[in-house]
């Protein structure tokens, strides 16, 4: 393999792939001029569409001072941070399989992008970097402007609309009483935003909004999940009012007893639905977690409900470990059987329907049959062609099936 120079620009947050479903690494000119012609026609807007043609025009430059230069765009994911680094690594993992990387020239489109520059280095030396700033009309670099595109940002329109709003209203309906009520909002906000508990809660309406777009029936069981909890905090509430105050840390640790059914109830609904949604989107592979999930949601609740048991005296000693030895063995019993669902290595018929892709990400079409006997599957290709290919030709990474040689 000769050394080749690699002109990179990196869509760290995968916008790429979001608004065309082209996944990283695109290798070479032509893909790359599709790629961001495709990114620009779906988002005018796009900053990393002016990138990846900066890049193009990048790559003329460079072929004029160095002999083997070729371009890449590596894409990462909507989750900025370990999850698009990981997936950047991977795809760099890739490239150093196919070629050997004598250096690099990056392009970017600002600071976040130049976070991936310690990846890079561990690869190849970086040669030289440019950063490329979008030219913006007088009236477009205004205050206004600004502000108007700052709040088309959800996090920011919640922190500055969304909550003064609910506070406003708050005021409004409470009148002089609405002190207390507006301070517990701003501070119940500023908690889950510090924590990182926000974007998780609008993960999971955003799953159910799914399920009911889908019309799919695992939205009961979300629905479910929600109110589950406000039951156990309703009847440990009446408990707790209830109770002659006599001794004050047993009345709160047994009103919390009362508790933990419904919350590991809650948990095991949404663990429910999600093997729903892995049955209607062909993802049976994904079983497998979801059973040693909910073993072990069920094993805390045992030893957390026993350890109460005992601090509460209603229970031996002896009773705690038996717990604990109990739900090791569930734990174990759970991942023997979450092993019939591990198709990483097997031909099974969980695999049919699957996306078939090259390393390079380029779609290739979809599991059609499989045949376990021979240990192939056959891929239906966009072109109606049907592919056999065995079990050495491909793995499976990410619900999706991988080639380890392009198709042509």
């Known amino acids: 393999m000769k050394k080749k120079i690699f002109v990179v620009c990196v869509d760290r947050d995968n916008d790429l792939?979001?608004?065309?479903?082209?996944?990283?690494p695109v290798i070479g000119r032509e893909k790359n001029l599709e790629a961001a012609q495709k990114l620009i026609l779906s988002d005018p807007e796009e900053s990393d569409a002016n990138t990846m043609f900066a890049a193009l025009k990048k790559?003329?430059?460079?072929?004029?001072?160095?002999?083997?230069?070729?371009?890449?765009?590596?894409?990462?994911?909507?989750?900025?941070?370990i999850s698009s680094d990981k997936e950047i690594s991977r795809q760099l993992d890739i490239l150093s399989k196919d070629y050997l990387i004598d250096g690099w020239?990056?392009?970017?489109?600002?600071?976040?992008?130049?976070?991936?520059?310690?990846?890079?280095?561990?690869?190849?030396?970086?040669?030289?970097?440019?950063?490329?700033?979008?030219?913006?009309?007088?009236?477009?670099?205004?205050?206004?402007?600004?502000?108007?595109?700052?709040?088309?940002?959800?996090?920011?329109?919640r922190l500055f609309l969304g909550v003064p709003g609910i506070m406003l209203i708050t005021y409004f309906v409470l009148g002089v009483y609405s002190i207390q009520a507006m301070a517990l909002i701003l501070g119940s906000y500023l908690m889950l935003k510090g924590f990182g508990i926000e974007e998780k809660i609008f993960d999971y309406f955003r799953l159910i909004m799914t399920s009911l777009s889908n019309q799919r029936i695992s939205v009961l069981l979300y629905v479910a999940a929600i109110l589950t909890p406000f039951f156990g905090f309703w009847l440990a509430y009446i408990q707790l009012?209830?109770?002659?105050?006599?001794?004050?840390?047993?009345?709160?640790?047994?009103?919390?007893?009362?508790?933990?059914?419904?919350?590991?109830?809650?948990?095991?609904?949404?663990?429910?639905?999600?093997?729903?949604?892995?049955?209607?989107?062909?993802?049976?592979?994904?079983?497998?977690?979801?059973?040693?999930?909910?073993?072990?949601?069920?094993?805390?609740?045992?030893i957390i409900d026993s350890g109460t048991l005992v601090f509460l005296r209603q229970a031996d000693i002896s009773w705690f470990p038996l717990n604990i030895m109990a739900s090791l063995i569930l734990l174990v019993i759970s991942m023997r059987i979450s092993k019939v669902f591990d198709v990483e290595n097997k031909i099974t018929k969980l695999l049919v329907g699957l996306m078939v892709i090259d390393e390079e990400g380029t779609y290739i079409g979809k599991v059609n049959a499989i045949d376990k006997k021979k240990k192939t599957i056959t891929i239906k290709t966009e072109k109606e062609k049907l592919l056999e290919k065995n079990l050495e030709e491909f793995n499976l990474k990410q619900g999706r099936i991988i080639l380890s040689q392009n198709i042509s």
């Not at 792939?17 to 990283?24: L, P, V």
């Not at 460079?62 to 894409?75: C, G, Q």
């Not at 206004?144 to 088309?152: G, N, R």
């Open 59 to 81: 790559l003329e430059e460079a072929r004029k001072e160095f002999r083997n230069v070729e371009i890449v765009t590596l894409t990462g994911a909507e989750k900025v941070g």
């Open 241 to 302: 009012i209830s109770s002659e105050f006599i001794d004050i840390t047993i009345d709160i640790v047994s009103a919390a007893r009362i508790v933990y059914p419904f919350l590991a109830l809650a948990v095991l609904l949404v663990i429910f639905g999600k093997i729903l949604d892995s049955f209607y989107l062909k993802k049976v592979y994904k079983i497998g977690k979801y059973i040693v999930q909910s073993a072990s949601i069920i094993a805390i609740w045992a």
């Open 17 to 24: 792939g979001r608004k065309t479903k082209i996944t990283g």
């Open 105 to 157: 020239i990056l392009v970017t489109d600002g600071a976040e992008d130049n976070q991936v520059i310690p990846l890079l280095q561990s690869r190849g030396k970086i040669i030289s970097t440019e950063t490329i700033i979008i030219k913006q009309a007088k009236a477009v670099e205004s205050t206004f402007y600004t502000i108007k595109e700052a709040i088309k940002d959800p996090s920011i329109a």
